[in-house]
DNA sequence: GTCGCCGCATGATCTAGGTCAAATTCTCAA
DNA sequence: TTGAGAATTTGACCTAGATCATGCGGCGAC
């Protein structure tokens, strides 16, 4: 693995403080590869082998049941995924496939199970990482649940608004049918809906997004920090 | 605290490794206590002081946003809860009350934040803890996202008769209108639901549901082990 | 008992959002 | 540049499920 992927990984929260002989340990027998779009890099039901780290790129996490599939969550640098299975040696519950080209680490369960119980400090690294993807999924459910298609969408423009220097203009980060699956909803609805926000201060011109209104838009979406952050997470950004 | 009441907790899988010492820590500063049904227990927003674990009766995680409130899990004993915002030392995201007389432990998150530093068995359980809690989230989210909400009954009835040993009979562990929350439906449709399942082998009367056709059932819930489990977690059971 | 409340069921109606189909624009490779 | 296929938009329509209103039945307070 070459020295400059080490050194971001190193500064990964989850990797940061941890020492350095655990640290070497974890990435001896990792693997960091690149990968071309559209990849399936893991499918639900298989064996937890490796925890991942996207270093470049996008990933999407995914689920299917009964032909349906889903959207779960759409990463992006830095972000590790499938910790929760890995640490706990089960099947992956979702999917994950590349988006565009990216560079992924993969780090052998056993390696980190091992890491895990000698160096007390990777160990509440790798809590804390896995209690910010629960609080995030928790977020996603309460969405879900709590709001209407409409409201999630504004709440989502608003999210993005902010994550993107709140310059109240930004390019969406994927494509319209997945942020449609990802809310919820079909890919129709959500174009109706982008429409009926231009009475609530937005304006979409293809990927672009420009808040015209940001009261009005901040009446339709009624945004909390108990769903919409901020909090280091692993929903899309 | 009663000695009892300690062996009973200490055979939990978070706290059954961990040494002598590392228990009696968590456990000196612990309250437990008897709470009557409908007492509130914890407000989403507020910050996370202390990890609950319940012991004796039955407790509602659930959240609110602008006047709307749902359900996201109904707990059992023995389970703990709201352990990620304890560890994180963020503010819960998600409220709780008592659905009927429970006894609840609540051990000091400083406590527990230093037993988890100084016991590397204990943090190892705590992370398991965590990331079952994670997939117990991420079924629910696919359950909403994936099914119609029949499906979602008909599965949870598949779930709820095995966890009851299997006979085919059971009782709802909790109210219709809870359970129509969790479920992601009103209380009216609910009660449609059921109807429209006699056809598929279901009779319910009052709180008492029959399976009366495994196979008719099984073919509209379509259960899979990636939504519906077997794996310990902390949905309603 | 019986009064009043609450959970639940049922019917009538409404609507958010899904489905289907067709037109339009975008992407990208030849 | 051009053409094929995909993404997106738009319109027409439909349905799952919400809402509203009403009635029933159990249960606790008095």
Redesign the interface.
């Known amino acids: 693995m070459r020295d400059t992927d080490l050194a971001e990984i190193r500064a990964l929260a989850l990797f940061r403080d941890i020492g350095d002989a655990a640290f070497a340990a974890l990435t001896r027998g990792a693997y960091h590869q690149t990968f071309p779009p559209q990849v399936n890099l893991i499918s639900?039901?298989e064996a937890a082998d490796f925890l991942h780290v996207l270093t470049d790129g996008s990933v999407e996490l995914f689920?299917?049941?009964?032909g349906?599939?889903?959207t779960?969550s759409v990463l992006r640098p830095v972000s590790t995924f499938i910790?929760?299975?890995c640490?706990?040696d089960?099947?992956y519950?979702?999917s994950a496939r590349t988006l565009v080209q990216s560079r992924i680490m993969m780090i052998p369960g056993s390696d980190l199970r091992a890491a895990?119980?000698a160096d007390?400090v990777f160990?509440?690294a790798?809590?804390?990482e896995?209690?910010?993807?629960?609080?995030s999924?928790?977020?996603?459910?309460?969405d879900?649940?709590?709001?209407a298609s409409r409201e999630r969408l504004a709440n989502y423009i608003l999210r993005q608004s902010q994550q993107s220097g709140d310059a109240g203009r930004f390019d969406l980060p994927l494509e319209k049918r997945l942020l449609a699956s990802y809310l919820?909803m079909t890919p129709e609805n959500l174009s109706r809906a982008l429409k009926a926000l231009r009475d609530d201060g937005v304006a979409v011109d293809g990927t672009l997004v420009t808040i015209t209104d940001p009261v009005a838009l901040g009446r339709v979406a009624?945004a909390?920090?108990?769903?919409d952050g901020p909090?280091p997470d692993e929903a899309i950004r």
């Open positions: 639900e039901g689920a299917g049941w009964s349906r599939e889903t779960m910790l929760a299975a640490i706990n089960a099947p519950l979702m895990f119980a007390p160990a509440q790798i809590v804390r896995l209690a910010g993807c629960y609080r999924v928790v977020r996603h459910a309460k879900l649940k709590l709001r919820g009624r909390t920090p108990l769903i909090e």
